[in-house]
């Protein structure tokens, strides 16, 4: 397993533990406070747990290598893990809005407010340092699972932020309705982050074109090092997890033996994958009539 794979998979176990601490600190703010607000956080906590889960479970089967029946790898298995979280959190975000919806017209007094906080407060500085781990661990690791959930754990940090200082807001003022309403901001704040989660992880599914700075590497390393090519044309990319798949034609001059489009090809195959760290690349190479004077111009 390379060693890019394995520090992936150590780190979303990690997450796992993690979650686990953070869940068992923010129940215990509730528990301390009864803030519903306070509950909706626990509650996304959850969520955190299961999503560091199916994170670590994607990346055990992203890393199996190619096969009979999956000859492309297993790496798409990071989009169904981002996927699954987003539809997780959409289910947290239902859940918190059923909770608040009675408090509404019951509102309680909050009970010892500043050990529940407390806690709550240094939940959230665990969850804000482990989210920036995951957020650079996924970049430099290609990884979509790990970037899913750093984004998600953030994005709980946020709404931990802004439900500390409404709960603190709601003991100072005397206005207990302002706990379920936080809630209910809560909730909407996890379906937006979700809905981006999903929307993501859709396009990997889709296989939608690398971005454009990407593009842009690929082309200059294909115009770099196809000396004795013609051109290159229709250029077709994908993402696929940590792999990035490059297509395209490479026409040569039609009296070029095999052995010196073979070497042209190798050539290619080196620049690209050290252009971009993870690249598959598959050339079909032409002759000089079948040339279409459009793409990467060699000569």
Known sequence: MPARTATAIRTALQSVLV??????????????????ALYSDALESIINVAAAIGAYLAL???????????????????????????????????????????????????????????????ASVI????????????RARRSPALIADGRHVMSDVVTSI????????????????????LAVLVALNIL???????????????????????????????????DGALEAHD???????????????????GEMTVEQAHAICDRLEDALQLAVEGANVTIHVEPQEKAKHQGVLVL
Request: no cysteine; hydrophobic share 50%; charged share 15%.
């Open 235 to 253: 250029l077709r990319t994908r993402h696929a997890g940590a792999v990035t798949f490059v297509e395209f034609h490479l026409v040569v001059p």
């Open 60 to 122: 055990r089967v992203s890393a199996r290598p190619a096969d009979a029946g999956h000859p492309y790898g297993h790496s798409k298995a990071e989009y169904f893990s981002a996927v699954a979280e987003g539809v997780l959190i959409a289910l947290a975000a239902i859940s918190i809005a059923l909770t608040a919806y009675p408090v509404f017209f019951a509102p309680r007094v909050l009970d010892a407010p500043l050990p529940g906080l407390l806690i709550s407060a240094g």
């Open 19 to 36: 979650a686990l601490m953070v869940l068992g600190l923010k129940y215990l703010a509730y528990v301390l406070t009864g803030s519903v």
């Open 192 to 226: 937006w982050s979700g809905y981006g989660l999903v929307r993501d992880s859709v396009g990997g599914l889709m296989d939608a074109a690398v971005d454009p700075g990407t593009e842009k590497l690929i082309r200059q390393a294909i115009s770099d090092q196809a």
């Open 162 to 181: 802004g439900v500390l200082g409404g709960v603190v807001l709601a003991r100072l003022t005397g206005w207990t309705v302002l706990d379920p309403l």
């Open 127 to 138: 969850n804000f340092v482990w989210a920036g781990v995951l957020l650079r661990t996924g």
